[in-house]
């Protein structure tokens, strides 16, 4: 005779000693709603490790459509990645993970604006008791260009990340995560092509290389920038901007524009620096360029940033992520 198993039946027919179903008649009611065990409720003891904060807990990575109104006032639903968390006090075990994602879903119909994202957080810190929350959305924002002589157009999109932080105390603040990708021209690889023409008679092609520069934002209070806003400082600041539709009009004309505007990666930090401080609806920024070089095997890179007194630092090292 085999020996009964817990939750199968053994071969020689032996029922399992616990029987497992699921009932799909069985209705929650309140009483027994109010009777589920609940974690928060553990005793002190339950806590594993040390009894300290911790600073962020939540959760990353749950997706639902979002509505974004773009500056021309149009309604876009795009698919949207959002990351929530709170601070936990020392003498908490967790908190409700889901409690968080109830929270965001509330108020999902809702175009996403940075006093919507006000609402979620402070749906946080009433709902889960805690002293700080913090939630990033991050999604594709497609914008439609035109092209340089052609006329084509086509749709370029966009990583772009909304990011809010408020603490019990309700100082809140708003960032923006913008990537911008151009086309970098090496002024001195420009001058060393031009000088074996001019001296030797032969045929150099100047090396250039597919760049991407990453600005995060904070917006002054009270003020708003818009997407849109954010590319038009780029563009201004480095011109090169990669193509998406284009005929031999607008190859050769983009070579022309890559020639007017030749740039190391310093200067793509400094040009972009310009453009960014001289608008009064951002109060701080960091920016990271990196050219993917294809002269070297290793990539030339760059980081800026405002200068205000305890604000964004030029500690970016993650220089990985700006492969493009």
Known sequence: MKKPMYLHRTAGGAAPRIARGYDRAFKVTPRYRSSLPDMMEAEHDAIHGVHVPIQQVGVHNFKLPLKFRTKKRAVLTLEASVTGTVSLEADLKGINMSRIVRSFYEHKDEPFTGEWMGKILRAYLRNVKSKDARLKVSFSYPMLHRSLRSELEGYQFYPVAFEG????????????????????????????????????????????????????????????????????????????????????????????????????????????????????RIRDFQIACSHLESLHSHDAVSVICKGVKGGFTASFMDFGSLVC
């Open 165 to 280: 932080v408020m603490t019990s105390a309700g100082d809140y603040r708003r960032f923006i995560h913008f990537d911008f990708v151009y086309s970098s021209a090496c002024p001195c690889s420009a001058e060393l092509a031009e000088h074996a023409r001019d001296t030797r008679g032969v045929y150099p092609v100047p090396h250039s290389q597919r760049s991407k520069a990453r600005i995060v934002l904070e917006e002054a209070e009270g003020r708003r920038i818009w997407i849109e806003d954010v590319h038009a400082h780029c563009l201004r600041a480095l011109r090169t901007e990669t193509q998406v539709m284009v005929k031999r009009e607008d190859e050769q004309a983009f070579a022309e524009l890559n020639g007017a505007h030749l740039k190391f990666v310093e200067d793509a930090a400094r040009l972009l620096y310009r453009e960014f401080d001289s608008d009064r």
